[in-house]
């Protein structure tokens, strides 16, 4: 099984709120997991990937920060939110020749 | 510097045509391309890839075209349907490492 679990679906948050989205995979173990960000009417940005717990590399520096406490456990996450962090939140987990499989998304928007 | 472009955001085909959506790339070192495919609110699925030792890959409905001298990847879609409707991602894989960098995203809009 390759199912990512993405929650929630939809956030509306203030600016300055904390922010956690969770991400978890099935399948096999220690799989790759990246943290994407679609702005809007933007491509698909790569904020952070994972190679396994505790082992996170960020792709751009930001107001956002990823951690892996388990194996199949993702957390994107923010001490204070800022209107420039609104998107479609995108987790995903590497599979056999280099694709990528995605979760359904987390629309995040920041007010 | 982008090092993926597709320089059409958008793209407006009738049913029944081909559509082709086209994807320029600087790196070299890209060795495995693939396209994605996006609905709102959905996450991106895998569609087609092909690798660098190829020049052309086709899976049904659609073909991929790599031309490594002028660093170009096009998708073709025919005949194209209205569930094709869709933002579609190119994204390439460099050899030196698992990450992929994606292009902006072409939306087609198949009319009926």
């Known amino acids: 099984s390759q199912t990512i679990h993405q929650w929630p679906a939809t956030l509306v948050q203030p600016v300055g709120s904390p922010l956690s989205l969770e991400c978890t995979v099935e399948g096999t173990s220690n799989p790759n997991l990246y943290w994407y960000r679609q702005a809007a009417g933007r491509g698909l940005q790569l904020l952070f990937y994972?190679?396994?717990?505790?082992?996170i590399s960020s792709e751009v520096p930001q107001n956002l920060s990823a951690s892996r406490p388990q194996d199949r456990q993702f957390i994107l996450s923010s001490k204070k939110l800022l209107l420039s962090d609104s998107g479609f939140y995108l987790c995903?987990?590497?599979?056999?020749?280099?694709?990528?499989?995605f979760g359904s998304g987390t629309q995040l928007s920041v007010l | 510097d982008q090092q993926v472009k597709q320089n059409s955001p958008s793209l407006s085909v009738q049913e029944g045509r081909i559509s082709i959506l086209n994807c320029d790339y600087t790196n070299s070192m890209f060795d495995y391309f693939l396209w994605y495919k996006k609905y709102p609110a959905e996450g991106p699925t895998f569609l087609i890839s092909i690798s660098s030792i190829k020049d052309k890959n086709e899976d049904g409905r659609f073909t991929v075209f790599l031309n490594k001298s002028a660093k170009h990847l096009s998708l073709h879609i025919v005949p194209s349907q209205p569930g094709d409707s869709a933002v579609y991602f190119c994204?390439?894989?460099?050899?030196?490492?698992?990450?992929?960098?994606f292009g902006g995203g072409t939306r087609l809009m198949v009319k009926p």
């Open positions: 995903a987990r590497g599979g056999l020749n280099e694709k990528l499989f």
């Open positions: 994972s190679v396994g717990i505790g082992q």
């Open positions: 994204a390439e894989k460099n050899n030196a490492g698992n990450m992929l960098t």
